[in-house]
Structures are given as structure tokens and as C-alpha cells.
């Protein structure tokens, strides 16, 4: 919900691409999550495994269970809809505010990238400072993280915080203090159940992604360059490796060819006819 230059309105942007799909997978993995919770096995089960346990790296047999750095972002708590519902509507507001500014591929690399960040946050603050046995789930680190992420690339832009229109550095500013404010009180009183180095963490990362200019990076579209320019290149070689066969033809007449180049000017006369 943003407010105009000349006053407050209420909206909904328009849906992007990158947020329904990440909508889609998170609404998915709840519902599911919350079947399997129906069995209490499972429902233990599925949070220490998925969710993440800090006292369960450099333990055996797993000693590293990487995948939990992912998938502790996409597991929500299933004792009610307010964890999943808070982080829905932060990634519907602010994702595709982010989304609108960078493109669908980079805002879903941030979005995973910020699920990473904080995750190694609060595994390394839960090995320096203790703490980490209570599962973490969630993906409010990475809804953090799009928040800073457009407050730093954005910040006068105006929104309603609580009904009330703030600057969004404003909002953000006052978001990390709360989590700044949790972290000390965790420390005071020896834990707690919000999980507030993902948030910073997160946060950290959405600032660092604008300021190093990280968010303008598109990994997959480096990729199809890079297998571009090879394909170019060897393209190129093999034309060149054609001609010197066909020359050697005019000279020494084609049985002087051996099974290999006759086979790479089979290839090569086959891609161009097709």
C-alpha cells in the first residue's frame, strides 16, 4: 500500500510473477505441513528436519544438513496462521515493490539468498553465543531482507505502517530496532522463540545486496552467456577444422580422410541442412 505525492490511498499491487510462485510454494508447504502434523511423529519429525537445528551440524551422520539453510524458509509454524500470514503479506507488499525494481529472476535469487544469509547468521550466533536447539522456521528473515532491500533502493517512498503513512527507511529502521531489541532481551534472558538473528541477518543482507550492487546480479542469465559464448567459440573451431578438411580433400582426394573427420564432416554438413 503506497502513498502518492499527493496523499494517502489504499492499493494492492498487481501480482508478479516471482512473488505467486514463491505464494504458491509457501501456501503448499503449509497445507502439506500441516497434514503431516496430524501424526505426531511427523509433526516432530519435519521441523528438526527441515527446519534449522543449529545442534545438529558437525553431528553425525548428517554432520552438515546444507539443505536446511533452504528449507527452514519455506517451513512455517503450524499451530496457527499467524507466522505464515505475516510473511505473506510482507512478501506480497514489499516483494513485488522489489520485484517491479529489478526483474522476476533477480528478486527470486535475493529472496533465496536472503534465506541463506539468515540462516548462517543464526548459526553462527547460536554456536558463538549458544542457544539453536528450538528449530527455526520461517521466512521472515528473507521478507526482512526485501523490506531493507527497497528501503535502501527507495526509502522516501511512503507506506502505512499500522494505518499510520511512514517513509519506508522509516519502516525498516524501526522493524531492525525491534529485532536489535529482541536480540538483547534473548541474551538477558537466555532465549526465546522468535528467531532474531535470521531477521538480521536477513536484513543485513537485503542492505549489503543494493550497496555492493549484488542485486543487479542475474547468476542464470551469466550462465546462458557463458554457454553462448562456448557454443559460439566451438562453432567457430569447427568451422575453422572444417575448412582445413575440405582443403586437404581438393588435395589428397577424400580417401585421405580418417573415420574421425569424416565423422565431424558429417556433423557439420547435418547441422547445416537442419
Known amino acids: 500500500m503506497n502513498a502518492p505525492a499527493g496523499g ?3 492499493g494492492f499491487p498487481p501480482l508478479t510473477p516471482g512473488v505467486r510462485r514463491l505464494l504458491l510454494i509457501l501456501g503448499g508447504a503449509f497445507v502439506l505441513n500441516l497434514l503431516a502434523s496430524l501424526s505426531p511423529a511427523a509433526r516432530e519429525a519435519i521441523p528438526r528436519a527441515l527446519g534449522l537445528n543449529a545442534d ?26 499467524s507466522h505464515l500470514l505475516f510473511n505473506v503479506l510482507g512478501l506480497y507488499f514489499f516483494g513485488t515493490m522489489l520485484e517491479g525494481l529489478v526483474g522476476t529472476q533477480r528478486f527470486l535469487t535475493q529472496f533465496m539468498a536472503a534465506v ?3 540462516g ?3 548459526l553462527v550466533a547460536s554456536w558463538l553465543l549458544g542457544g539453536g536447539r528450538v528449530p527455526v ?11 531493507c532491500a527497497a528501503a535502501v533502493l527507495d526509502p522516501r517512498r511512503t507506506v502505512l505502517f499500522l494505518f499510520i503513512p511512514v517513509q519506508l527507511w522509516v519502516l525498516a529502521a524501526i ?17 526465546g522463540s522468535v528467531a532474531h538473528w535470521v531477521h ?3 536484513a543485513a543482507w537485503g542492505v549489503l545486496a543494493v550497496k555492493r550492487r549484488w542485486i543487479w546480479a542475474d547468476p542464470l542469465e551469466r550462465l546462458r552467456r557463458r554457454r ?5 567459440e566451438a562453432a567457430l573451431s569447427e568451422e575453422a577444422e572444417v575448412d582445413r578438411l575440405l582443403e586437404k580433400i581438393q588435395r589428397e582426394g577424400i580417401g585421405s580422410l580418417d573415420r574421425a573427420e569424416k565423422s565431424l564432416l558429417k556433423r557439420a554438413s547435418a547441422r547445416r541442412r537442419g
Not at 558437525?58 to 496457527?80: K, N
Not at 553462448?228 to 559460439?232: F, G, I, V
Open 120 to 122: 548462517v547468521v543464526h
Open 116 to 118: 541463506v544469509a539468515g
Open 200 to 202: 538480521l541477518g536477513g
Open 137 to 147: 522456521v520461517g521466512a521472515s528473515g528473507a521478507v526482512l531482507a526485501l523490506v
Open 175 to 191: 522493524v531492525v530496532a525491534g529485532d536489535l531489541v529482541g536480540v538483547l532481551t534473548s541474551l538477558r534472558d537466555g532465549g
Open 228 to 232: 553462448a559464448a562456448r557454443h559460439a
Open 56 to 81: 545438529q551440524w558437525g553431528q553425525p551422520p548428517a554432520f552438515a544438513p546444507l539443505w536446511q539453510l533452504i528449507t527452514y524458509g519455506f517451513l512455517h509454524s503450524d499451530a496457527g496462521l
Open 8 to 10: 494517502v490511498r489504499y
